[in-house]
């Protein structure tokens, strides 16, 4: 089972700053099936980027991925507020789907 | 619109059974997978199951498997997870997620709250 290991845990930034999520594979992954999700205070999760550095449809273009093999990452160009949320990567290996534990992002 | 709805959650004894359903509506249901997936009060999101189109294909998170059963009706634009054996553990807000070809959630429902308690 691949395991999915997200830093930093917390990232406490001030708006128009720049937020850099970590996510990384125990063992490599097929950037195919690298997605990551965005979490705000009780609601569902949202889908953010999909295939690693595809953006998911109506997600502004301050959010990007990036990353292959066992490193990949998630870029919040120019944190606005409404960024507070818990962000999560996904895979897909071998029929089974594995999620990270998360990043949260709090704004100053 | 693209929509999700999930039912059947509720208190349920440990070693008890719930069935949770998940409607379907603003699209093709039998093109697509689904995914179940849970999150337990203040934790992050664990995958718990994942069907295919046709149904012919089904996979379980190994701490699920042997007491969680997924099926579908796409004939009803329906999906179902029956939960059985249930423990305090398995307490968590279940979720059904339509999957895309390259094994993402595109849409997710708003959930269902499950809690197994005596």
Known sequence: ?108 | EVQLVESGGGLVQPGGSLRLSCAASGFTFSNYGINWVRQAPGKGLEWVSFISSSGTSKYYADSVRGRFTVSRDNAKDSLYLQVDSLRAEDTAVYYCGRVRGWYYIDVWGKGTTVTVSS
């Open chain 1, 1 to 108: 089972e691949i395991v999915l290991t997200q830093s930093p845990g917390t990232l406490s930034l001030s708006p128009g700053e720049r937020a850099t999520l970590s996510c990384r594979a125990s063992q490599s992954v097929s950037s195919s099936y690298l997605a990551w999700y965005q979490q705000k205070p009780g609601q569902a999760p949202r889908l953010l980027i999909y295939g690693a550095s595809n953006r998911a449809a109506g997600i502004p273009d301050r959010f990007s991925g990036s990353g292959s093999g066992t490193d990949f990452t998630l870029t919040i160009s120019r944190l606005e507020p409404e960024d507070l949320a818990v962000y999560y990567c996904q895979q897909y290996e071998s029929s089974q789907f594995t999620f990270g534990p998360g990043t949260k992002v709090d704004i100053k």
